[in-house]
């Protein structure tokens, strides 16, 4: 093996980049603070043949307690975003927070992007899923992303929103190792900075009194069955306050489970298996996870008919 970068380092826990605050250790990890250092290692990593992934919040990630091997990268450093209030256009690092980007732009007088305010995530997490909220979703006001191909990682190119697939919490981006370096927002511009901030923090505010906030979780762990809405199934099956070890169904909102402090992300699999399968035996519905697990040997517990 070459010299690691001199930014990277082993055995990180990972529970200290995840909203869910589970996970073991990863083998390589770095927080690239610029493009160029990110590129530097994710050249290496392909030198070296290790498995590389990037996260971003860890908003919407389960991470095996065994830990990840290979390399993961965490872009949450890479931060910055320029505004043009009169074309109405925001090019945003991937790594700034969405609620940050959607502050900026809404002072701007940038209307477009009030519905992620209460999304906990990185703007390269919102791209690679389709984020969305409160009728709005990152689809709805994306141009186009910058990424970068790790085995190419010398020459980044740009994808246009039309060409990433983008559905119902999914994009192309999900089955393809392109990692998102930066992305662009096409908005309204002009409009009132006062009234497009007040809507942005009457969506907060509706949010926080309605979901578990306070608690850590992945915000849904279950994508809606249209015209169903997972968490009406949940609870409707009593299962609100379901425990598995820490983990547990949100008493608050079914569609949340929540690390009461001690969980493992075994617990919190096997109460995604739980629900999962009660679900499946009263009404024939196989709820699909929206969160992203990772690092967990063979088969999943999840992969139920
Ligand atoms: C309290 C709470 C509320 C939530 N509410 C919502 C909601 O209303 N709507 C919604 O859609 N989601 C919601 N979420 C889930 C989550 O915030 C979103 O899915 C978010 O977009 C994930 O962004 P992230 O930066 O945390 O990505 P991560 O969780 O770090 O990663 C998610 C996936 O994206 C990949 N990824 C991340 N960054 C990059 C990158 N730069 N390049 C390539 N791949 C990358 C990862 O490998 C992983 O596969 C909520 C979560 C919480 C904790």
Redesign the pocket.
């Known amino acids: 093996m070459r010299n690691p970068p001199a930014t990277i380092r082993s055995g990180v826990t990972l529970r200290d980049y ?2 869910w605050r589970v996970g073991g250790p990863a083998e390589w990890f770095a927080e690239p603070g610029t493009e160029d250092e990110l590129i530097a290692l994710a050249s290496w990593a392909v030198a070296e043949g290790l498995p590389f ?9 389960l991470i095996a307690d065994t830990g990840l091997t290979g390399v993961t990268l965490c ?1 949450r450093r890479l931060q910055g975003s320029v505004v043009d209030p009169t074309e109405g256009w925001v090019e945003a690092e ?2 700034e927070p ?1 609620p940050t980007l959607a502050r900026r732009v809404a002072k701007a007088g940038l209307s477009g992007l009030e519905w992620s305010v ?5 703007v ?10 409160q009728g709005g ?1 990152t689809a709805d006001w994306l141009h186009s992303a910058r990424v970068l191909d790790p085995a190419r990682p010398a020459e980044p190119f740009t994808l246009l929103a039309s060409d990433l697939d983008f559905a119902y ?1 999914h994009s192309r ?2 089955e393809e190792p ?4 930066a992305a662009r927002f096409r908005l309204s511009a002009g409009q009132d900075p006062a009234v497009v901030s007040a809507r942005t923090s009457a969506n907060l505010q509706s ?1 926080t009194s309605s ?1 578990p ?1 306070q608690q850590p ?4 762990v279950f994508r809606n069955p249209e015209p169903e809405k997972a968490g009406r199934l949940i609870e409707g099956l009593g299962l609100k306050g379901l425990r598995v070890g820490e983990a547990q169904v949100s008493p608050l909102h079914a569609n ?1 489970i929540v690390n009461l402090g001690g969980a493992l992300a075994s617990d919190i699999d096997r109460l995604i298996a739980l629900v999962r399968e009660q679900v499946l035996e009263a009404h024939h519905i196989a709820l699909q996870p ?1 969160v ?1 697990r ?1 690092g967990f040997e063979g088969g999943s517990r999840w992969d139920l008919p």
């Open positions: 995840t909203t992934r990037c996260i971003g919040a860890g908003s919407n990630l872009n991937a790594g969405i209460g999304i906990p995530g990185t390269g997490g919102a791209v690679v899923m389709n984020a969305g909220a979703c919490r981006l999900q392109l990692l998102v370096l949010r979901q906030y979780s992945c915000g849904s949340f929206e992203k990772l």
